[in-house]
């Protein structure tokens, strides 16, 4: 039986999609597949541009729980059961498997040997595989591992266990399991029982029927149940914007190249199957043209998600053999429409443009501000469109499974919210000339060496672009800088905004986004475009320019030549540059205070700035 919990409808996409492993109150559940969402009160949410790249017939989101009445039979909410399914009683030791016959709503899981009833606990830790499979973890099978095969035949009993805890020892070495049946007595402790040891893969996920499951040979790890490898959410998100006819590529005589090609009629006639592949690996071996190039003209073609090619891809395609989580980028049509003049409000959409207030300004620090920053652009009412295609486990590239695993369904969950926005762009010719630095470059180049060995190199290249550029750090550090500083001054917290970076050089994209999106009708209060107004923008860079000058970690933080996942990050750290994960598009990768001001033999954008406002520091000093 499935629980209704009290969970927020936003919360049903991400943290606590499909897939995803859920601890509330003592108790521990997974959320279930969207084939199992009740079919009433389901809400429709509209993004045409997301479902078009994502092939998919819409989106739903999850009903939404009432709050005196989430847990009782036929409360709406998404679906959670409860796993794992292995409980221990912390009084008697006695574990025991809770079965959804067992199950009752509103009621957690008691001992029935104790008097007074006590109630279980979930155990800690569970198995998990690259091919996205979850399951308990064969406790019979972890006590009696120390037994030979003819031992282990002679105990009859496969759920008379105990969860044991010694005094003599510490740790997971205190801790262990053992076999009660009669004549039995195996046991063992769990002191090396993280990672792999042999056991067999259940092939399935928790809400899947023992008919659904399908023969893993995959190598099963196990991990706690709250272990940061358990899930990974492949989201995708999608603001809703005006209509624009702006082209899905730019290279037209590529374009033209692999229309012209002899396959091409052939893919677009196999799109979504797995011969799908090999033509399209033909056509890029032949023409040259790269996964984005095609997916835009497989989209022109067909009208479906060029995902749909990628056996790694979103929802409702065959899991791969091991390939990495295909996601899409949206960024093309959203940087125009922001560049464009500004479009008639709409519900959802309503820009209006804006300046730093420094036009007067002849003296710096604020002459050469105005010089380094270009439009403004403040979104008074923005609408954004967050989805889940599917997930992976046990490490990012792992195979996805969709959020539909019995593969039927054409839609995916999602959920909209409503917030306001703050678009800032450079100085394209500033940029240009700066980017052109020979010692920026060579900067940037150890930068891309790192990415290029690093196993987030796919997802990070879908934000990036084929090659790592200059611009691209630059312009996340600021936005990260800027997140930071406007959290000391607009009312929201780090937490609530949120980046989006628009620094594809091939696309001629050189700003950033940086917003709030609530899930409530109204959105959000207007404290972030208030802050974007003059002159509270421009005194807000400044402050943020002095600030970023300086970190409290410093010298260590400045002249550190790698640091973060994957060596990612050189100048940043979480006393200057980094956010939370929900704020950041690239998980605090590529990130380099030194390229907005300036160190480590590198020019900064924004070093003219702090030199100037050092020197009117001073100046001001001497006159007093």
Same mark, same amino acid.
């Not at 521990?28 to 045409?48: K, L």
């Not at 039979?73 to 959670?80: E, I, N, S, T």
């Not at 801790?175 to 063992?188: E, F, N, P, Q």
């Given at each position: 039986?499935?629980?209704?919990?009290?969970?927020?409808?936003?919360?049903?996409?991400?943290?606590?999609? =499909?897939?995803?492993?859920?601890?509330?109150?003592?108790?521990?559940?997974?959320?279930?597949? +969207?084939?199992?969402?009740?079919?009433?009160?389901?809400?429709?949410?509209?993004?045409?541009?997301?479902?078009?790249?994502?092939?998919?017939?819409?989106?739903?989101?999850?009903?939404?729980?009432? *709050?005196?009445?989430?847990? =009782?039979?036929?409360?709406?909410?998404?679906?959670?059961?409860?796993?794992?399914?292995?409980?221990?009683?912390?009084?008697?030791?006695?574990?025991?498997?809770?079965?959804? #016959?067992?199950?009752?709503?509103?009621?957690?899981?008691?001992?029935?040997?104790?008097? !007074?009833?006590?109630?279980?606990?979930?155990?800690?830790?569970?198995? +998990?595989?690259?091919?996205?499979?979850?399951?308990?973890?064969?406790?019979?099978?972890?006590?009696?591992?120390?037994?030979?095969? $003819?031992?282990?035949? &002679?105990? &009859?009993?496969?759920?008379?266990?105990?969860?044991?805890?010694?005094?003599?020892?510490?740790?997971?070495?205190?801790?262990?399991?053992?076999?009660?049946?009669?004549?039995? &007595?195996?046991?063992?402790?769990?002191?090396?029982?993280?990672?792999?040891?042999?056991?067999?893969?259940?092939?399935?996920? !928790?809400?899947?029927?023992?008919?659904?499951? =399908?023969?893993?040979?995959?190598?099963?790890? +196990?991990?706690?149940?709250?272990?940061?490898?358990?899930?990974?959410?492949?989201?995708?998100?999608?603001?809703?914007?005006?209509?624009?006819?702006?082209?899905?590529?730019?290279?037209?005589?590529?374009?033209?190249?692999?229309?012209?090609?002899?396959?091409?009629?052939?893919?677009?006639?196999?799109?979504? %199957?797995?011969?799908?592949?090999?033509?399209?690996?033909?056509?890029?071996?032949?023409?040259?043209?790269?996964?984005?190039?095609?997916?835009?003209?497989?989209?022109?073609?067909?009208?479906?998600?060029?995902?749909?090619?990628?056996?790694?891809?979103?929802?409702?395609?065959?899991?791969?053999?091991?390939?990495?989580?295909?996601?899409?980028?949206?960024?093309?049509?959203?940087?125009?429409?922001?560049?464009?003049?500004?479009?008639?409000?709409?519900?959802?959409?309503?820009?209006?443009?804006?300046?730093?207030?420094?036009?007067?300004?002849?003296?710096?620090?604020?002459?050469?501000?105005?010089?380094?920053?270009?439009?403004?652009?403040?979104?008074?009412?923005?609408?954004?469109?967050?989805?889940?295609?599917?997930?992976?486990?046990?490490?990012?590239?792992?195979?996805? =499974?969709? @959020?539909? %695993?019995?593969?039927?369904?054409?839609?995916?969950?999602?959920?909209?919210?409503?917030?306001?926005?703050?678009?800032?762009?450079?100085?394209?010719?500033?940029?240009?000339?700066?980017?052109?630095?020979?010692?920026?470059?060579?900067?940037?180049?150890?930068?891309?060496?790192?990415?290029?060995?690093?196993?987030?190199?796919?997802?990070?290249?879908?934000?990036?672009?084929?090659?790592?550029?200059?611009?691209?750090?630059?312009?996340?550090?600021?936005?990260?800088?800027?997140?930071?500083?406007?959290?000391?001054?607009?009312?929201?917290?780090?937490?609530?905004?949120?980046?989006? +970076?628009?620094?594809?050089?091939?696309?001629?994209?050189?700003?950033?986004?940086?917003?709030? #999106?609530? $899930?409530?009708?109204? $959105?959000?209060?207007?404290?972030?475009?208030?802050?974007?107004?003059?002159?509270?923008?421009?005194?807000?860079?400044?402050?943020?320019?002095?600030?970023?000058?300086?970190?409290?970690?410093?010298?260590?933080?400045?002249?550190?030549?790698?640091?973060?996942? &994957? *060596?990612? *990050?050189?100048?940043?750290?979480?006393?200057?540059?980094?956010?939370?994960? %929900?704020?950041?598009?690239?998980? *605090?990768?590529?990130?380099?205070?030194?390229?907005?001001?300036?160190?480590?033999?590198? !020019?900064?954008?924004?070093?003219?700035? @702090?030199?100037?406002?050092?020197?009117?520091?001073?100046?001001?000093?001497?006159?007093?």
């Amino acid at each position: 039986m499935s629980r209704t919990l009290r969970v927020r409808q936003s919360q049903t996409v991400v943290p606590f999609g =499909v897939g995803a492993v859920f601890d509330i109150q003592g108790e521990s559940f997974v959320a279930t597949g +969207i084939g199992d969402w009740p079919a009433r009160g389901r809400q429709r949410i509209e993004s045409a541009r997301l479902a078009a790249r994502l092939g998919v017939s819409g989106f739903h989101a999850a009903p939404a729980t009432v *709050n005196d009445r989430f847990d =009782v039979p036929d409360a709406p909410g998404a679906p959670y059961i409860r796993f794992p399914s292995w409980l221990f009683c912390g009084a008697c030791r006695r574990m025991k498997r809770w079965r959804i #016959a067992d199950e009752k709503p509103g009621q957690p899981p008691r001992c029935p040997s104790c008097s !007074p009833a006590r109630t279980l606990a979930p155990m800690r830790f569970v198995q +998990i595989c690259q091919a996205g499979h979850l399951s308990d973890v064969d406790w019979w099978f972890w006590a009696h591992s120390r037994r030979d095969a $003819g031992e282990r035949r &002679g105990c &009859g009993e496969r759920e008379r266990l105990r969860f044991q805890v010694s005094e003599r020892a510490s740790g997971l070495e205190a801790l262990s399991v053992v076999c009660t049946a009669k004549g039995c &007595g195996a046991g063992r402790d769990l002191l090396d029982i993280l990672g792999t040891h042999g056991m067999r893969c259940s092939g399935r996920n !928790p809400w899947q029927r023992a008919g659904d499951a =399908v023969d893993c040979v995959r190598p099963v790890q +196990i991990v706690q149940r709250t272990a940061g490898n358990l899930y990974y959410p492949l989201t995708h998100s999608a603001l809703d914007i005006p209509e624009t006819d702006v082209p899905a590529h730019t290279d037209d005589a590529r374009a033209d190249e692999v229309r012209a090609h002899h396959l091409w009629v052939p893919l677009c006639q196999v799109v979504g %199957t797995p011969r799908a592949v090999m033509y399209r690996t033909i056509i890029q071996e032949d023409t040259g043209a790269d996964e984005a190039l095609l997916d835009a003209l497989l989209g022109e073609e067909t009208g479906e998600a060029a995902l749909s090619d990628v056996p790694s891809g979103g929802a409702g395609t065959a899991p791969d053999a091991g390939g990495g989580a295909a996601r899409l980028d949206l960024s093309r049509e959203e940087w125009a429409a922001f560049t464009a003049p500004v479009p008639p409000a709409t519900r959802d959409f309503a820009l209006r443009e804006t300046t730093l207030g420094l036009g007067g300004e002849t003296a710096d620090p604020w002459a050469a501000l105005g010089r380094r920053f270009g439009r403004i652009v403040l979104a008074d009412r923005l609408r954004e469109v967050r989805a889940l295609s599917g997930f992976t486990r046990v490490s990012p590239d792992a195979t996805v =499974v969709p @959020v539909d %695993t019995a593969r039927r369904l054409k839609w995916l969950p999602a959920v909209e919210v409503f917030g306001e926005g703050l678009l800032l762009t450079l100085n394209r010719t500033a940029l240009t000339e700066w980017e052109d630095d020979r010692d920026v470059r060579k900067h940037v180049a150890g930068m891309r060496a790192d990415l290029d060995r690093s196993f987030q190199k796919d997802r990070l290249e879908t934000l990036t672009g084929a090659e790592l550029a200059p611009r691209f750090v630059l312009l996340h550090t600021l936005a990260h800088l800027l997140i930071r500083q406007l959290s000391f001054e607009s009312g929201y917290t780090t937490a609530s905004l949120r980046e989006r +970076i628009y620094a594809r050089p091939e696309q001629d994209q050189y700003g950033i986004l940086v917003y709030t #999106a609530a $899930g409530d009708a109204e $959105g959000t209060l207007g404290g972030l475009v208030r802050q974007g107004e003059p002159p509270r923008l421009a005194e807000t860079l400044l402050r943020m320019t002095e600030a970023a000058a300086w970190c409290s970690a410093d010298p260590l933080c400045a002249e550190h030549t790698g640091q973060g996942f &994957g *060596n990612l *990050n050189r100048a940043a750290c979480h006393a200057c540059a980094l956010l939370p994960e %929900t704020s950041c598009e690239t998980g *605090n990768t590529l990130l380099d205070r030194a390229l907005v001001v300036g160190g480590a033999h590198v !020019p900064g954008y924004l070093e003219t700035i @702090v030199t100037a406002a050092r020197a009117a520091a001073a100046d001001a000093l001497e006159q007093e």
